[in-house]
């Protein structure tokens, strides 16, 4: 689970920042579907075993939307900016927006863009073209 993973765990202020997000998202979530019993075995088993969650989850803080800054190490290391939604009537889903987060962030994506179009304009070994 994202909020125990130890990975995240290295940076105190990054994390508890990551947590309060993920938790005001839970919170949405849980207030969508009352009583459900997985949510409330959940809540108990992270109350249990999860410091930062015994911490946080009492806190009242509801976030409408999500922010953050994340890196993306597959990528490059392009930096974005992200955003999570929950679409009217879909209190399930959740969208999720992912734009560069700077001009280095942009530079980067444009040439993933410019390479994934080479690429793809390439004529594949095997392949007969008419």
């Known amino acids: ?10 940076d105190a202020a990054a994390y508890e920042a990551m947590a309060r997000r993920v938790l005001s998202k839970f919170r949405v979530d849980y207030s969508q579907t009352p009583d459900d019993p997985s949510f409330e075995q959940l809540i108990e088993e992270l109350d249990e075993r999860c410091p930062i969650f015994r911490k946080l989850w009492n806190n009242p803080e509801v976030l409408g939307r999500s922010e953050a800054v994340a ?20 209190p399930t889903l959740r969208v999720l927006i992912f734009v560069p987060f700077n001009e280095q962030a942009i530079a980067k994506v444009r040439d993933l863009r410019d390479e994934a ?12 073209t008419n």
Request: aromatic share 10%.
């Open 1 to 10: 689970m994202l909020i125990e993973d130890k990975g995240y765990q290295s």
């Open 71 to 90: 890196n993306h190490p597959a990528l490059g290391g392009i930096t974005f900016e992200h955003s999570s939604y929950v679409p009217e009537g879909f």
């Open 117 to 128: 179009d080479a690429a793809a304009s390439k004529p594949r070994l095997g392949k007969k």
